[in-house]
């Protein structure tokens, strides 16, 4: 049956439902204050990481397995490239447990991966140093994808394929009965819709201070960029990878110089809580410094590189960073759709897929997704 859906926030998770709900023929309407991965959303990226690694959690791995597929086929009729596919090397100071549980992910997937000592990799990749690391895996398939550009791209094939776009600030719903039948915009506009998904990012949160609330928590996270030495081509993608240091668990992580915009790197863990509104967009030297002391041990030849650009951008956590995808427990035709926690836009397209199938009742219940599963304290497990 044709119904019409309004989906609000046009990040990642909101453009890919929509899109995946335009396919199963519904009417869909999608709704952003102020536009799709724009810059202060979780995927207002220049550039995301996609990768199969995910130690004993198959749950993702196969969701990042069947969006890569999708990702490719959007890449393909886009006119500038969404996904560089460099690979992306893991590596780790010995033969930890999220190494073993992650190949043998891979090998029950079929997902191809290398196994790589520590000489294999200097003599592959000599942008790197590899000192106090013993092993890596190596997944070929994977690389980067260009995030914000993606989003936009997306949304954009949404509206020619006959999809609704509205800008604007959907104000909090009001009291309902078991039903929600409209929101209305800041401007005073009412939009109705037969159901609802809320995919608000950060936002989460404030719309559903009650249900969600704590259940998802805001961190600021930093980005930065440097330009590698005049010529030398060994930090571009047909050279070098993505790349994570495992690091005990503390990761590292970074990108080659994507179309020339600099390499990036990250460090994982979660930065101070945040508000997406009002948080100080200025990089910090704390942060900077930390990544400057990183890059000096790993990657001597960008040694005194110049930083070119930073992103301040924010995590939107679960409790232990499983995503959260269910019915509001009061308004049974509204989907909350978020906890990206760090690692969700290379899913997009599986999140989208799942969200449309769970909108639609078409799909058995993931319990990892439901808000049963979404604690108050905070203790990170998915890597
Ligand atoms: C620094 C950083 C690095 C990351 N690295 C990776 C990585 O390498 N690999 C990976 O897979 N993932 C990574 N992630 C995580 C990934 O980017 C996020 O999980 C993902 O982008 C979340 O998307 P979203 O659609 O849930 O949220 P968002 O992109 O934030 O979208 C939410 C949208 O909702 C809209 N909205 C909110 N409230 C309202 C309202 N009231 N009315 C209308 N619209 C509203 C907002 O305007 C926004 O556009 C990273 C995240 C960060 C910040």
């Known amino acids: 049956m044709t119904e019409h859906v309004a989906v609000v ?29 724009h810059n202060q959303a979780s ?20 969701m ?3 969006s890569l597929p999708q990702w490719r086929a959007l890449s393909a009729e886009a006119g500038l490239p969404l996904f560089h596919p460099c690979g992306v090397l893991f590596f780790f100071p010995g033969e930890e447990s999220y190494l073993r549980d992650t190949l043998e992910v891979h090998r029950d997937l079929g997902l191809p991966s290398e196994v790589l000592s520590r000489s294999e990799m200097a003599a592959r990749f000599p942008m ?49 009965g078991a039903r929600l039948a409209q929101v209305r915009l800041s401007s005073g506009e009412p939009i109705s819709a037969d159901r609802f998904v809320f995919a608000l990012g950060p936002w989460l949160p404030r719309l559903f201070p009650d249900v969600v609330g704590s259940r998802i928590r805001v961190t600021r996270q930093e980005v930065f960029y440097f330009a590698p030495p005049a010529g030398d081509r060994s930090f571009e993608p047909a050279a070098m990878p993505c790349w994570a240091d495992f690091n005990h668990g503390d990761m590292f992580y ?15 863990r979660h930065g101070p809580e945040a508000d997406p509104d ?43 960073g499983d995503f959260l995808i269910d019915f509001h427990p009061r308004l049974d035709n509204v989907l909350l759709l978020g906890g990206g926690s760090g690692h969700g836009f290379k899913h997009g397209p599986e999140v989208g897929r799942y969200a449309a199938a769970r909108l639609t009742g078409s799909i058995t219940p993931e319990p990892r997704f439901s808000l049963a599963t979404k604690g108050k304290t905070h203790h990170r497990e998915v890597h």
């Open 128 to 176: 790197f140093d590899f000192s106090e690391i013993e092993i890596g895996v190596f997944e070929p398939r994977f690389g980067a994808l260009m995030a914000r550009r993606a989003v936009q791209t997306l949304v954009e094939r949404f509206v020619r394929a006959g999809g609704g776009y509205v800008q604007g600030l959907v104000e909090t719903p009001g009291p309902a």
């Open 64 to 66: 990042a397995m069947d």
């Open 254 to 268: 970074g990108c080659p110089d994507l179309e020339g915009r600099g390499v990036k790197f990250a460090h994982d």
């Open 278 to 320: 009002t948080q100080d967009r200025r990089p910090s030297d704390a942060a900077l410094n930390e990544i400057i002391a990183f890059r000096g041990r790993r990657f001597p030849g960008l040694l005194g590189a110049v930083l070119t650009a930073a992103e301040v951008c924010q995590y939107e956590n679960s409790s232990n």
């Open 43 to 62: 995927s207002g990226g220049e550039s995301r990481l996609t990768r199969g690694a995910y130690g004993s959690d198959e749950i993702y791995t196969r």
């Open 9 to 37: 926030g046009a990040g990642v998770f909101g453009a890919w439902t929509a899109h995946h709900l335009l396919q199963a023929g519904h009417a869909v309407t999608l709704i952003d204050a102020v536009g799709p991965a």
